[in-house]
């Protein structure tokens, strides 16, 4: 499978969230929803992976026919500037559904660059309390860092024992749309470090030099 490199600093950044939870209207899919939309109103594109696209086989590290659903997984995660990920917590851990999600991430390992190498992650955990939350992201940040990804400094831990999300999906305390917000503008400010960064590499590129200046060979 070819992947793409770095994208171009002209191209519009790709933004993919994955997460949630099979349960409808999941805290961390609402969640995802909410930061993909601030994305979207800063001039990303975005793409969700919600439960329903990571139903897929149990990653196996062999040579075989890629499913398509995890294709597809694979080749949004290889085009993307960065990711926001949610999980639910379960039993202070990170869900299966996701977990198993990150491990197929593996078929990454030859990219150019390879996992999540440079790219900003934005962390998302839900749970019945902030205790385990708060235990679930720090095992889901060192996936993360596993696969070479950049945490935002801020990861959002949602307690889920007051209902954090109106009917209309938006956040319903201002501490949670609050903290959505600095990780997702985080996710952003790293998006266009890297794109100026780029931007002085390619100008430095293409500054003449003295052998190559008319008249100007010494």
């Known amino acids: 499978m070819n992947f793409p490199a770095v994208p171009s ?3 519009t950044p790709l933004i993919v969230g994955i997460g949630g939870s099979t349960r409808p209207r999941s805290s961390g899919e609402l969640a995802l929803r909410y930061c993909l939309s601030r994305a979207e109103q800063a001039g990303a594109h975005t793409e969700l992976l919600s439960a329903q696209d990571l139903q897929l086989p149990m990653y196996e590290p062999a040579p075989k026919t890629t499913d398509p659903r995890a294709a597809r997984l ?14 639910p917590a379960y039993h202070a851990g990170i869900s299966g559904l996701v977990k198993n999600a990150l491990d197929h991430l ?14 900003a992650i934005g962390c998302i955990t839900t749970s019945q309390g902030a205790q385990g939350g708060a235990l679930t992201l720090s095992a889901l940040r060192s996936v993360v860092h596993a696969l070479r990804g950049w945490p935002t400094p801020l990861g ?14 938006e956040p319903a305390q201002e501490a ?29 590129r293409s500054v003449p030099t003295p052998t190559n200046v008319p008249g100007g060979a010494l």
Do not use: C, H, W
Not at 74 to 87: E, F, K, T
Not at 106 to 119: N, Q
């Open 106 to 119: 593996e078929e990454l390992r030859t990219a150019t660059p390879p996992y999540l190498d440079g790219k």
């Open 9 to 11: 600093p002209a191209a």
């Open 74 to 87: 694979v080749d949004l995660v290889a085009r993307a500037d960065a990711l926001i990920i949610a999980s």
């Open 156 to 169: 959002v831990v949602i307690d889920t024992s007051a209902e954090p999300f109106g009917l209309d999906g």
């Open 176 to 204: 949670t749309r609050s903290q959505l917000g600095i990780m997702t503008d985080q996710v952003l400010s790293v998006i266009q470090q890297r794109v100026n960064q780029q931007r002085v590499v390619i100008e430095q």
